[in-house]
């Protein structure tokens, strides 16, 4: 692929045109050849017709379900979904929905778990579950870079629901390793690496992998029936079996994560690492993934802040503006902006526009110089990453904020 220095966008979604020709398989194609538009809006494929129809009680409905009740409606559902003709109708859909909940076991600690990041789309989020009496944990994976403020958020937050709080301690070195297997790969690397990097990010790439195999090991030591995750719906548009929840064939099982996240992340790996060495197929209790902004629509962001700020959560300030938990994600978006010239907030906010809903104005600002350098310093950069990645030191950083 040839560099783009104009990182030009399309004209009507937003989407990096960069982005669109290596995931469409273009990536020798000039950018004029697209009239300014991506793939998928010159191709009429947006607003797939999702509406904001809100699947509140089709999730208590999997709630009950998962806690053992009303199994004449899993019985049901089976026998519906294997009606001939009825795979492709919103009553199939429906069918192969419900009946793919597990329900749980004697040996079941908790019927959902929570992946759990401290920020305020998964608080909103566990506030939400904690209201529905079910026995739900919050897990939390902590590779070493959550915010101090992000970790008393979860704190404060648990105790008041009464929540239990699980947090899974990585060794930072290890994590350390992956980061930067997640940096290194930039326009050069093999194609899957590429689009694997610029659609789930530099640093989140890596560090979801990470949460995957350890979220589908304890999901499967516990029996837990269900797994909840606040992704944005924008970026369950990327790789999460994404769309709306009515017209999918069945909610994916928590183990699809690692076929899809981490199988292709290990091979950016230089050496085997034993924290993501599991294989899909090992899991054997079938927790189901359920991306809870599918069913309930997400406030915004002033209003969702309100509602957990009363639980005593607070919004870190050593994050920038894109992560509400994590300290290496504006070092993760600049990286990205240097290897591929737009990162990760800009791909979701394009899917986001792509269903018609505002995108987040914070992603259009780039990432904050003060963060980028925390970022830096945590994972000790050498100067020579330092000058490939374009990281300024946290003195210039600062002098160009408050320019
Ligand atoms: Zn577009």
């Excluded at 996240?261 to 899909?280: G, M, Y």
Aim: overall charge positive; glycine content about 8%; proline content about 6%.
């Amino acid at each position: 692929m040839t560099h783009d220095a104009t990182s030009a966008r399309c004209v009507s979604c937003g989407m990096p045109l960069n982005y669109d020709r290596i995931i469409h398989g273009d990536a020798a194609k000039p950018a004029s050849a697209d009239d300014g538009r991506c793939t998928v809006c010159r191709t009429g494929q947006t607003r797939q017709e999702e509406g904001d129809e809100s699947h509140e009680r089709l999730l208590d409905l999997c709630i009950r379900l998962a806690q053992g009740k009303r199994g004449w409606v899993r019985r049901l559902s089976s026998a519906v979904a294997r009606l001939p003709g009825v795979g492709q109708t919103r009553v199939g859909a429906l069918a192969n929905i419900l009946s793919s909940v597990p329900a749980r076991t004697d040996a079941s600690k908790y019927d959902a778990m929570v992946l759990y990041s401290g920020g305020k789309d998964s608080t909103y989020m566990l506030v939400q579950l904690a209201k529905k009496g079910l026995r739900v944990c919050a897990w939390m994976l902590d590779p070493g870079y959550q915010s101090p403020q992000a970790i008393r958020n979860a704190e404060n937050l648990t105790r008041s629901l009464g929540v239990p709080l699980i947090v899974e301690k990585k060794d930072k070195v290890m994590a350390d390793g992956l980061f930067r297997a997640g940096f290194a790969i930039d326009r050069h690397s093999d194609t899957e690496l590429v689009k694997g990097a610029m659609t789930f990010g530099s640093a989140c790439w890596p560090c979801f992998s990470l949460i995957a195999v350890s979220a589908c090991r304890f999901a499967d030591e516990h029996q837990i029936p269900l797994c909840f995750i606040g992704t944005q719906r924008g970026q369950n548009r990327l790789n999460l079996e994404g769309g709306d929840v009515l017209t999918s064939t069945a909610l994916p099982k928590v183990s699809s994560l690692v076929s899809r996240f981490v199988k292709p992340f290990r091979r950016a790996l230089p050496a085997p690492v034993p924290e993501l060495a599991l294989d899909a197929e090992e899991s054997t209790f079938p927790t189901v993934l359920i991306p809870f902004y599918e069913f309930v629509a997400k406030p915004e962001r002033e209003q969702q802040i309100r509602a957990i700020e009363a639980y005593g959560w607070s919004l870190p300030k050593n994050t920038g503006s894109c992560s509400s938990n994590c300290m290496i994600n504006e070092l993760g978006r600049a990286v990205m902006r240097t290897r591929f010239d737009f990162d990760l907030y800009d791909v979701i906010d394009a899917n986001e526009r792509r269903l018609g809903n505002p995108a987040d104005p914070h992603a259009a600002q780039g990432p904050d110089p003060t963060a980028v350098a925390l970022g830096a310093t945590l994972i000790n950069l050498t100067d020579q990453e330092k000058k490939v990645f374009k990281i300024h030191p946290l003195r210039e950083a600062k002098s160009a904020q408050h320019q």
